[in-house]
């Protein structure tokens, strides 16, 4: 059973998926994809959304509310339709970037410099809290 408005509850999937997924360290990768369980980790640091879970998104589905973003097997896959997300430019680029890094993985870094493991980039972030919450989800 859906905790908010269905109507209102598509409206903040969509801006957190969409609009400004950058703002919760989310990124699609360039065919439209991401794990469902980094946008449900996302989500998690909200309060008022950790009702959220995979049978929601169906829920919402089932009521003819169209989302996005579609959920196929653990991959959210953005609707052609919907268009691309939208990731705000940085006007110049910081002089300083922060990747969150757990510290057994340290030495491995050190020796071999950062690279993806699960996705193919390595986000970077120009705020060190955004870094350790992207680094608190892979926990």
Known sequence: ???H???TLAKTL????RHSPGEY????DPDGTMPWKEFYWALQEDSSLRFVRESTIRELTLLGIELPFLLEG???RLRPE????????APEVPKRLYFGLKPKNLASARQSGLRPTRRRFVPLCDEKELALR??????
């Open 1 to 3: 059973m859906l905790k």
């Open 5 to 7: 408005q269905p109507g």
């Open 14 to 17: 969509d801006s957190i998926g």
């Open 25 to 28: 360290g989310l990124f699609w």
């Open 74 to 76: 653990g991959q959210l």
């Open 82 to 89: 919907a268009g691309p997300a939208v990731y705000s430019p």
């Open 134 to 139: 992207i680094a608190k989800r892979t926990e």
